[in-house]
T-cell receptor, first 110, second 113 residues
């Protein structure tokens, strides 16, 4: 079964500090992994997907198949990064659905 | 950039009433989804829809729920007899094809009193 875990419900860091939001997954095949961000009272927005291997807003995430992880990292957090971050997994089956992790609330303190 | 649009942004209804939440997915997308998020909780999958039929649904999506794509542009979620616990933010999402990311609408906040 597809499953996504995010062990931290809340993560608080000071502005300028590095941040890592953890995500682990379980899936029997080769999944697609994504990070979505939800700023206060806004829609879920795609932040990153593992196949594009790009950096968005200074965030990066590397898929580690051995550890089944897709941790989100940023070297220097900004106050505007404060939001809910959801790791998500998509399988490659017909009628696929995205499975979201429970989310981590990132709070960047001044 | 094209967006998924949802109406209304906020719907208040009395327990037992029927509600229809409306969504216009991005025009060339083929897969459609409804998710909900109860206040302070995680995003939960409700149903996926492809080729004019439901492809998957969760345990939440019981007989009180139904979806339709009546005219090739709208994608609706109907709750026949709302309960207090249906109060949540409902997000519509669409996707062009497999291996594509989901694009979400702004959501409809449903309040059942």
């Amino acid at each position: 079964a597809q499953r996504v875990t995010q062990p931290e419900k809340l993560l608080s860091v000071f502005k300028g500090a590095p941040v890592e939001l953890k995500c682990n997954y379980s899936y029997s095949g080769s999944p697609e992994l994504f990070w979505y961000v939800q700023y206060s009272r806004q829609r879920l927005q795609l932040l990153l997907r593992h196949i594009s291997r790009e950096s968005i807003k200074g965030f990066t995430a590397d898929l580690n198949k051995g550890e089944t992880s897709f941790h989100l990292k940023k070297p220097f957090a900004q106050e505007e990064d404060s939001a809910m971050y959801y790791c998500a997994l998509s399988g490659h089956n017909y009628g696929q659905n995205f499975v979201f992790g429970p989310g981590t609330r990132l709070s960047v303190l001044p | 950039e094209p967006e998924v649009t949802q109406t209304p942004s906020h719907q208040v209804t009395q327990m037992g009433q029927e509600v229809i939440l409306r969504c216009v997915p991005i025009s060339n997308h083929l897969y459609f989804y409804w998710y909900r998020q109860i206040l302070g909780q995680k995003v939960e999958f409700l149903v996926s829809f492809y080729n004019n039929e439901i492809s998957e649904k969760s345990e939440i999506f019981d007989d009180q729920f139904s979806v339709e794509r009546p005219d090739g542009s709208n994608f609706t979620l109907k709750i026949r007899s709302t309960k207090l616990e249906d109060s949540a933010m409902y997000f519509c999402a669409s996707m062009h094809g497999t291996n594509s990311p989901l694009h979400f609408g702004n959501g409809t906040r449903l309040t059942v009193t």
